[in-house]
C-alpha cells in the first residue's frame, strides 16, 4: 500500500464521486477508480457505494476514514519533519 491511494480514497469521500475527485487530482476517472478498486483488494473490504449520483462511503469505509485522515497526517509531518532536519 502507498500513501498515493490513501490520498485518492480521502478526495474521493470529500467529493463524493470519482470523476470529481479525478478532475482535483488530474486524474482520469478511470485510473481513480482503479486506484479505489485496488486499495479495497488490498484491505479486503469495500470502501464506497457506487450509484449513478456518486459515491457513498459503506460502513467499513466510514471507520477507516479517521484512521486514513490520520496517517496522511503523520506521513504529511513526517515528510515536514525531515525537510527541517536537511
Known sequence: MN???YQV???VAA???FTRAAEELHFTQSGVSHTIATLESEL???L???NRSGVTLT???RALLPMIERLCADHHALLQSAHSLK
Do not use: E, I, S, T
Open 3 to 5: 500513501m498515493g491511494k
Open 9 to 11: 480514497f480521502l478526495r
Open 15 to 17: 467529493c463524493g464521486g
Open 44 to 46: 479486503g473490504v469495500p
Open 48 to 50: 464506497f457505494v457506487r
Open 59 to 61: 460502513a467499513d469505509g
